[in-house]
């Protein structure tokens, strides 16, 4: 197995959101978002308080999220701006389905890939603790590291989180929906997302302020050295926010509130981490033409599962990440790097969930839609306690080694016919 720092190294036109997501992935907390801030057209409600509990969205190329429409919300609600798909319905929680974690990161902290020195060289040079504090024009902050590549995200007012304790629920309304998903973003919306894009988010965790950095140091230098300085925040004299130093396209600070926004004190509304659903379908021209009756295997051995031959599978590709390229993808990965160039072929961002939802969709030939939730690939990389963005390879071996943990199922419900295949 390659780790994600050999793995990038090898990939010089690797981008920079690809690069930090490759490399804070391991750290178990979720997808790591490049661009925390929430789109400008957002309702001003939402752009308050960001990412929520229900969102369908998708990951961009640049490391957002792009909201499409809330489930927990009523379809004429602000959120719901685009209009909801077919046989939309809104799922109602209570008080006590969320659970929530104030200062889950605690202030002056920071997530990275790697080891990370963090030092005040302003006057205030001997400040114990939050060394984000005091914040006033001039203070600078030195981050460094011996690694020649590194992914870090610096929160100087911590972040809190929150989860949903009903997955379930959301699972079976994916499992029901996710066809009626699909048709509405690319018939009404004509958004061309490939199967395996939407994203229905069941936590996150969000600040109010971040700083991020993914750097590949390819120079003679050892090490990555990088500073943080103060700088007034807007029209706000006596406002001042962090900034790198140097800017450019691989590190990124924020918030960076809209007119009329810099009054919003300490809100959270920034994404740093997004936990929740992918959700895949299987394109209609290679479905079968029967539909098999109900069947469960909860409780089959993974070898009923996984016997269908290479040569059986379908060849499903298309202008993203397709199932037969995703799968000869992840398993050219395992002779090593001199095969990774074919990693500049796929351009979306890399998320495991995206190679375990396309190994079940060949693995389940019956299915129509496949479900994978963070926490099934977080619980391989907390198992293995290692962690190589060629997650697909780990798929069968793991499944057959946990059939206590393998929870699969396959299903037929109506309306519609829908049979799904996933992590449960």
Same mark, same amino acid.
């Given at each position: 197995?390659?780790?994600?720092?050999?793995?990038?190294?090898?990939?010089?036109?690797?981008?920079?959101?690809?690069?930090?997501?490759?490399?804070?992935?391991?750290?178990?907390?979720?997808?790591?978002?490049?661009?925390?801030?929430?789109?400008?057209?957002?309702?001003?409600?939402?752009?308050?308080?960001?990412?929520?509990?229900? $969102?369908? +969205?998708?990951?961009?190329?640049?490391?957002?999220? /792009?909201?499409?429409?809330?489930?927990?919300? &009523? !379809?004429? @609600?602000?959120?719901?701006?685009?209009?909801?798909?077919?046989?939309?319905?809104?799922?109602?929680?209570?008080?006590?389905?969320?659970?929530?974690?104030?200062?889950?990161?605690?202030?002056?902290?920071?997530?990275?890939?790697?080891?990370?020195?963090?030092?005040?060289?302003?006057?205030?040079?001997?400040?114990?603790?939050?060394?984000?504090?005091?914040?006033?024009?001039?203070?600078?902050?030195?981050?460094?590291?011996?690694?020649?590549?590194?992914?870090?995200?610096?929160?100087?007012?911590?972040?809190?989180?929150?989860?949903?304790?009903?997955?379930?629920?959301?699972?079976?309304?994916?499992?029901?929906?996710?066809?009626?998903?699909?048709?509405?973003?690319?018939?009404?919306?004509?958004?061309?997302? $490939?199967? +395996?894009?939407?994203?229905?988010?069941?936590?996150? /965790?969000?600040?109010?302020?971040?700083?991020? &950095? !993914?750097? @590949?140091?390819?120079?003679?230098?050892?090490?990555?050295?990088?500073?943080?300085?103060?700088?007034?925040?807007?029209?706000?004299?006596?406002?001042?926010?962090?900034?790198?130093?140097?800017?450019?396209?691989?590190?990124?600070?924020?918030?960076?509130?809209?007119?009329?926004?810099?009054?919003?004190?300490?809100?959270?509304?920034?994404?740093?981490?997004?936990?929740?659903?992918?959700?895949?379908?299987?394109?209609?021209?290679?479905?079968?033409?029967?539909?098999?009756?109900?069947?469960?295997?909860?409780?089959?051995?993974?070898?009923?599962?996984?016997?269908?031959?290479?040569?059986?599978?379908?060849?499903?590709?298309?202008?993203?990440?397709?199932?037969?390229?995703?799968?000869?993808?992840?398993?050219?990965?395992?002779?090593?790097?001199?095969?990774?160039?074919?990693?500049?072929?796929?351009?979306?961002?890399?998320?495991?969930?995206?190679?375990?939802?396309?190994?079940?969709?060949?693995?389940?030939?019956?299915?129509?839609?496949?479900?994978?939730?963070?926490?099934?690939?977080?619980?391989?990389?907390?198992?293995?306690?290692?962690?190589?963005?060629?997650?697909?390879?780990?798929?069968?071996?793991?499944?057959?080694?946990?059939?206590?943990?393998?929870?699969?199922?396959?299903?037929?419900?109506?309306?519609?016919?829908?049979?799904?295949?996933?992590?449960?």
């Amino acid at each position: 197995m390659y780790s994600p720092a050999r793995i990038a190294s090898t990939i010089p036109s690797m981008s920079d959101s690809r690069l930090y997501s490759h490399l804070l992935l391991p750290k178990g907390h979720g997808y790591p978002l490049f661009h925390p801030q929430p789109f400008d057209d957002v309702p001003l409600e939402a752009r308050r308080t960001g990412t929520q509990i229900g $969102d369908v +969205g998708i990951i961009t190329s640049d490391g957002a999220f /792009d909201v499409i429409f809330n489930i927990c919300r &009523a !379809a004429d @609600d602000p959120l719901n701006r685009f209009g909801v798909p077919e046989g939309f319905e809104q799922v109602v929680l209570d008080a006590g389905d969320i659970a929530a974690q104030e200062q889950h990161h605690r202030a002056g902290s920071h997530v990275s890939s790697t080891q990370l020195s963090k030092r005040r060289l302003d006057v205030n040079a001997t400040v114990e603790g939050n060394i984000f504090i005091p914040l006033g024009v001039g203070a600078i902050v030195e981050v460094s590291t011996a690694s020649k590549q590194a992914a870090v995200l610096l929160l100087p007012d911590g972040a809190s989180r929150i989860n949903l304790r009903r997955l379930k629920r959301f699972r079976d309304y994916a499992l029901k929906h996710a066809q009626h998903w699909y048709e509405f973003v690319n018939g009404d919306l004509e958004r061309m997302v $490939d199967s +395996g894009d939407l994203y229905l988010v069941t936590g996150c /965790d969000k600040s109010s302020s971040w700083s991020v &950095a !993914a750097l @590949d140091n390819h120079g003679e230098g050892c090490g990555i050295s990088l500073k943080l300085k103060a700088c007034p925040a807007g029209s706000a004299a006596a406002t001042c926010t962090w900034e790198w130093e140097t800017a450019s396209s691989f590190a990124n600070s924020g918030p960076r509130p809209r007119v009329g926004e810099e009054t919003w004190e300490a809100a959270e509304n920034q994404t740093v981490f997004l936990r929740g659903y992918k959700v895949a379908v299987r394109p209609r021209s290679l479905r079968k033409s029967s539909i098999s009756k109900v069947r469960s295997i909860v409780d089959s051995k993974s070898s009923d599962i996984l016997c269908k031959t290479a040569s059986s599978r379908p060849s499903i590709s298309s202008t993203g990440f397709g199932l037969r390229s995703a799968s000869n993808f992840f398993r050219r990965a395992s002779s090593g790097p001199r095969d990774l160039e074919s990693l500049e072929e796929i351009s979306k961002p890399f998320h495991p969930g995206d190679a375990i939802n396309a190994y079940l969709l060949e693995s389940c030939l019956d299915a129509l839609v496949a479900v994978t939730h963070d926490s099934e690939w977080i619980s391989v990389v907390n198992a293995v306690s290692y962690f190589s963005s060629y997650i697909f390879l780990l798929i069968p071996g793991y499944v057959e080694r946990n059939d206590a943990r393998r929870r699969w199922r396959v299903a037929q419900q109506d309306p519609g016919q829908v049979q799904a295949c996933g992590f449960l």
